[in-house]
């Protein structure tokens, strides 16, 4: 009888224990590219996100999530390995992880999971991301389809085996040169444009084309989910929208700016995160993997990450995970500027942004985007196409407005310090540096800033960067 009672026990334990793994919830994660988050349908964009809005309207919209560098690579790799671009040296875009590098495969596998990577990669050595790699996807025309194929191919090779999975789904919508989607959705005429931009026809028509793609990207999104439904595996499937970093289009990517950090997050669960909800705690970007290996069980070394779990404010808690949200710009070994030397490096806290231009009397900032921009500041503007920056020159000069004139200005040109309320100006238009009111906030984010830089020796910016430039 005892006999018999202790296999029964046994029995019991180990179905519960099969039962455990085969409830491990699914994880899959779709990233945009080059999208500001502002323009998405859950934060009042212009977007036409419908699927989007559905995912918000079913889980929860993170207000507060930032980026170390507004670029593809280093975001990418960030996000992948829960570290900061300054322990991975990731910085400049195109750039690879340092050696020892580990990522979420290495965390997810050994608890059995299938973690695939399907779409664009922007990210490396193999060793440090030891994904599942399904293939690219051409930019030249609408990559959904060949997505939606191979992504379910990986889903029903994993549900059939009894693997949970996670997959990463990395588009190339949002990003130029813009391919895909419907422009005609769009009236371009009744854009509203922000405070620092600048109307021209360019950026409109441009503006348009970009849009056409975001709402691209969320018709992936419902299929994706659509796919989910089918295969009955929603329920158990934490589904992850990322627009990564800021657009393309002036004050957004490669810069310091909140439009460049900021990225749009959305997070879906049933039953474990509240549906219709919004959460404005500061998040990184390197607290993602961190997150989901909490969330699947797993188990890393006290030192494995620079982020941390979110999983308590994801499913319904307010705890204050970080104080501050760091960033940096570092945009050499690129086209035209391969070594041009202007790092900015930036701090937040839930209210104020200061930034940091180090070489603002010796230098100009850019990037390959401003390339025509700048050489129209020392030229006669042409007429005919142009860049989206060009235009803008182009119109300054001819129409010589104190706005548009201050517009362009700041295109290539920053500030030793600048300090904004994001509160009151959540453009960031308005320093506040020299404001004796604001003496001690600004005072508190130097220090806390350069103890951060001191801490990854990157006191100095400048030395820095020379030392990522590559030589010809």
Partial sequence: MRTLLLSFVLALLASSYLAAETTRPNILILIGDDIDRDSLGPWGGQAHTPNLDQLAQDGMRLDGVYANVAMCAPFRQELYSGRTAWRTRAMPNHSKSVAGTKSLPHYLQPLGYRVGLLGKTHIGPKDAYPFDYLGDVSKQK??????????????????????????????????GPYTTGDPSQYDKD??????????????????????????????LLGELRG????????????????????????????????????????????????????????TWIA?????????????????????????????????????????????????????????????????????????????ITSNVTLTEALAWLESEPKDGKASTAATWVRKAKRTKTEKDDAIVHRLHHRPEWALYDRTVDPEELTNLIDDPKHAKDAQRLKQELQAWLTKWDDADPVATERGFVKSK
């Fill in 142 to 175: 609408d990559g959904n389809p060949e997505l939606v194929k191979r992504a379910t191919a990986y889903i029903k090779e994993a549900k059939a085996a009894g693997d949970p999975f996670c997959l990463v789904v990395a588009s190339h919508d949002g990003h």
């Fill in 190 to 219: 009744a854009f509203e444009l922000e405070a620092d931009k600048i109307d021209t026809p360019a950026y409109r028509s441009e503006l348009q084309l970009h849009l056409a793609e975001v709402t691209n990207l969320d018709a």
């Fill in 227 to 282: 796919v989910l439904a089918e295969e009955k595996l929603a329920d158990n499937t934490l589904v992850i929208f990322c627009s990564e970093q800021g657009n393309a289009f002036p004050f957004a990517k490669w810069t310091c700016f909140n439009d460049g950090l900021t990225s749009g997050l959305v997070v879906a669960m049933p039953g474990k995160i509240p549906a219709g909800t919004s959460n404005s705690q500061l």
């Fill in 287 to 363: 607290d993602i993997t961190p997150t989901l290996v909490d969330v699947v069980g797993g188990k890393a070394a006290a030192d494995a990450f620079d982020g941390k779990s979110q999983w308590k404010n994801w499913t319904g808690g307010n705890e204050q995970v970080h104080k501050y949200a760091y960033g940096a710009f570092t945009n050499c070994n690129i086209i035209d500027n391969r070594d041009r030397i202007y790092p900015i490096r930036t701090i937040r806290d839930d209210r104020f942004t200061l930034i940091w231009s180090p070489r603002h009397d010796e230098e």
